[in-house]
């Protein structure tokens, strides 16, 4: 989370990109007033968003590999369940998710 | 649409367990319930050793809780003994008269413990030692008496004894045999083992056959006669004489049984609807008492019960280990040899060391160590691999574990290590740390340590110490995989040989296709499975399947390696370590352009540029000019060179234009894992070329061409391979061996893995006696490079530009 100013901000629907952007299983990078997001894709073409930081280290999640509805960590492979940004146990921590909707193919991020 | 019924009997881990593997593949089959005897959920019943000697408790040794059952849906029935089972009615039915009806039953009811048919066995005071109850009686026994008599000198009896004499009793074991543990041990290991076991304070009586236990006044118990007519004092008596299958319901319900419950390959009982797991069963006329069998047992199991309908239970090779504080002991297989086999013996009597192997036909058949069991899953792995041994028999003594040279102060008993001491140096776990996760959290396997503490889970160096910790707490509980059926990770139960076969023989060319062909349990694998399937599609079918980025690990995608604040790092290719002003000047240039902060030498003779922002890469490549390094790849990563003949006063064959040779031969190669080489110009030998995937150094008369050597984890000398007399025939060679390992060996194996598992003598037969095989060998690996472009250059040029742009909103 930012300053209180930011917090104060509302959240909105915010466009990033559209969903062919995004490889399947794979992810972009997205930077906002929030920081780095990770937008995930997977095989399903399900979108996700997440906080580009593992709660482990902070190591960026957009760089890793992507599978069923989880991604696993570049740095130590934990992995994070990418609906909600728990760690899978037995490793315990979360990373801030965001909701995401799809319109028309492209890809709205609220933040 | 309506749940079948699955009624277990029986409520100890073997069921259990098989009740954790069905809900993982099948959670919505069944309507569960579970009978259990006792009044408790299910517990780590191979912890008792420590609640009895006071290091646990009985809620540190749950392994599922009443809250997992109710979690789970399952109806769980504490404290009711099944008495009747009504194959007609397909319905089971308890001493109070609760009955539930089943689809399919799973009988679990393990085994009781042997009562000697003497007089007193029955009197107050007598104990066996099998469960929770025991457990406690003899906690309460040891702090209101002091003479207790352990009788059965096996695996039992002494764990009871070690635990009352903790609680301050004076305890004597009697045992029928010549010598303890006669089913694990010859008389040489028994001698010490009892040495090191009076030496703590406990007594022996051996050869004694117990006739009959008397009472006292009160109806307790007094002494403890034998056949000779010696009487010794006894105010508890521990019978821990051996175990039997709990097969009376069974039997009762007119099912086979002969030595235990028999079952098949399905562990199904005669009565298809009724299956059984665990201590109760007899498989092939074998019953088993250990742990590791009987998970092997839960898993078929499940799976049958899931209607997957894959997968037998062959029968375990089983290993035993005493968990005895301070007392390294492991057993195997035939041990005490006979007509056809040999032994290899190591007896240090003043070290307190002493190991034994039998050797059959040049494989391992059975053995015991006594004092350093170090190596104990080496040969173990190589007893149920049977694995030829003759090309190792030399050293198979000094043994090899799975210990790293560094990392743990030199450490290799892990006995001898403090509570304190560092374990695992990369992720800084200490033996406590382990013990504590094993005991409290129910952790049976190395993978379960590793997912549980992170120890020897980064470079495994520690993966030794930390299987010795494990098997010092759970015994023989602890089994290391068998690892030619190894599965290739959670998603699949297939081996990667049995993966690489059927890419070959079905021609299957995406990872799609090998997920479901191969019927992979996850819908697009994991992070351990992806990156080898990829890697096994390329080798197999070059220029026919498609590489996937997607299933790359990041620096294999990026091209360069990510670093811990993840920026990546820059290693460009400098041809057998040869640089020049203008390749210096131009990193120097691109050093300042991009404002890299740091720039490093590396051990493999280049420069490394870190620092890189990954959005800067395709720049700072194309501003460099210069190839791949693949530092970052399991590739082809460096020729290491020294100067040779060309300035060196020593030198005899110019080592530096071998390398770069070699290097422009190999350079793109993929592999299982990475690769280095290096090239020497003499025997001096200052490229270090002993410590490489592949090594050639100059003599005067030609290259000695070394293989399967390693720097890293485990420093490993190379081995020789042969001697060879021209520059091309160095390249060949080198090309035919890398392509060997490219194409059988196992990913993320590095050569000396390879060579270990196959042998030297398979390597040679197939690179220096077969020419024509050495020759297309060669043919198949420059296939393979041919028209493999420069990843920087197609970076540079544009390509995969979305892994690079940052999106902004």
Known sequence: MGTAAEVLQVDRWVKACRIEDIPRLGARVVKSRHGDIAVFRNAEDEVFALADRCPHKGGPLSQGIVFGRRVACPLHNWAIQLEDGYAAAPDEGCTQHYAVKIEAGEVFLRI | MKRMKLVMVGNGMAGVRTIEELLKIAPDLYDITVFGAEPHANYNRILLS????GEMTLTDIMLNDVDWYRQNGISLQLGKKIVKIDRGARKVIAADGTAAEYDRMLLAT?????????PGAKLEGVLTYRDIQDTNAMIDAAARYRHAVVIGGGLLGLEAANGLKARGMNVTVVHLMEWLM?????????????????AKGLNFLLGKQTAEITGGTGGRVKAVKFKDGEEIVADLVVMAVGIRPNTELAEAAGLHCSRGIAVSDTMQTFDPRIYAVGECVAHRGVAYGLVAPLFDMAKVCANHLAHFGIGRYEGSVTSTKLKVTGIDLFSAGDFNGGDGTEDIVLHDTAGGVYKKLVIRDNRIVGGVLYGDTVDSSWYLQLLRDKQDIHE?????????????????QGQNKAAAMSDEMEVCGCNGVCKSAIVKAIKERGLFTLDDVRKHTKASSSCGSCTGLVEQILASIIGGAYQPAESKSKPICGCTDHSHEEVRRTIREQKLLTIPDVIGFMEWRTPNGCASCRPALNYYLLSTWPHEAMDDPQSRFINERAHANIQKDGTYSVVPRMWGGTTSAVELRRIADVVDKYRIPTVKLTGGQRIDLLGVKKQDLPKVWRDLGMPSGHAYAKALRTVKTCVGSEWCRFGVQDSTNMGIALERDLWRMYAPHKVKLAVSGCPRNCGEATIKDVGVIGV??????????????KAEVAQFLCKVKTREEVLEYAGAFLQLYREQARYLDRTVHYVARV?????????VDDATGRKALYERLQYALSGERDPWQERADGEARHEFEILEV
């Open chain 2, 50 to 53: 420590p609640v009895l000697a």
């Open chain 2, 110 to 118: 393990g085994s009781n413990p042997f009562i000697l048919p003497i």
């Open chain 2, 182 to 198: 006669e089913r694990q041990l010859d008389r040489t290991a028994a001698g010490m083992l009892q040495q090191s076991l009076e």
């Open chain 2, 392 to 408: 190792i028999r030399d050293h198979l003594m000094f043994g090899q574990s799975h210990l790293g040279t560094s990392g743990h």
């Open chain 2, 700 to 713: 005067d008369s030609g290259w000695e061409i070394y293989v399967a050597g390693n720097g890293g984890i």
């Open chain 2, 759 to 767: 042998g030297l003598d398979y390597v040679k037969r197939r690179i």
